[in-house]
């Protein structure tokens, strides 16, 4: 079946530095693909999503890349902020079927 | 308001008591679902529905049950709880004819002594 596998955390970054989460996914067919976070205390959102190979998904600062010949959808953020400290969380969606997640990724941002 | 709304928002019970939890929506949408959080082991689907008279079972049913009362509501229950189940609850929307974009309550969190 279709699964999501994403790097093991926590990931601590001091303000400011470069941030990479990786995601790597195996699916059937073509799967839409979603980074979703999860702030202290609340529930998911979603953070960005792209729907064919080749798109780029970006918000507030974050940005992924739909690749299909790698299977990946790594999540890039060019200078993390303390409020970015939170877990996230990688998705795929195939039309017809349920929402797949990775395990999450806890992301520490020290001032 | 939040568009999705879940009750209690942290409970504490005993094993072998019967809990519910309960999830409304006002995002109009027609499927509902229901997800486990543990550390580690990310989201996990217990049950979804996508109309009132639709039920299905996600990857971990076993131990819960869930009622779809109208389009807005859907509830969880643990007609038994055991220690195992303690654990974070969501329950989540999405909209048939959308992106497939999930819309998450801000979660139950369940302690089973």
């Known amino acids: 079946g279709d699964s999501v596998t994403q790097m093991e955390g926590p990931v601590t970054l001091s303000e400011e530095a470069f941030l990479t989460i990786n995601c790597t996914y195996t699916a059937t067919g073509y799967p839409s693909l979603f980074w979703y976070v999860q702030y202290p205390g609340e529930g998911l959102q979603l953070l960005l999503k792209a729907t064919k190979a080749d798109d780029k998904g970006s918000n507030k600062g974050f940005e992924a890349t739909y690749r299909k010949e790698t299977t990946s959808f790594h999540l890039e953020k060019g200078s993390v902020q303390v409020s970015d400290s939170a877990v996230y969380f990688c998705?795929?969606?195939?039309?017809?079927?349920?929402?797949?997640f990775g395990p999450g990724t806890r992301l520490s941002v020290l001032p | 308001d939040a568009d999705v709304t879940q009750t209690p928002r942290n409970r504490i019970t005993k094993t072998g008591k019967r809990i519910m939890l309960e999830c409304s929506q006002t995002?109009?949408?027609?499927?509902m679902y229901w997800y486990r959080q543990d550390p580690g082991l990310g989201l996990r689907l217990i049950y979804y529905?996508?109309?009132?008279?639709?039920?299905n079972k996600g990857e971990i049913s076993d131990g819960y049950s869930v009622s779809r009362q109208a389009q807005a509501k859907f509830s969880l229950s643990l007609e038994s709880a055991i220690p195992n189940q303690t654990a974070l609850y969501f329950c989540?929307?999405?909209?048939?004819?959308?992106?497939?974009?999930?819309?998450f309550g801000e979660g139950s969190r369940l302690t089973v002594l």
């Open positions: 995002k109009g949408h027609d499927r």
């Open positions: 529905s996508f109309d009132v008279k639709d039920i």
């Open positions: 989540a929307t999405s909209d048939f004819q959308g992106s497939g974009e999930l819309f």
């Open positions: 998705a795929l969606w195939n039309y017809g079927q349920n929402f797949v």
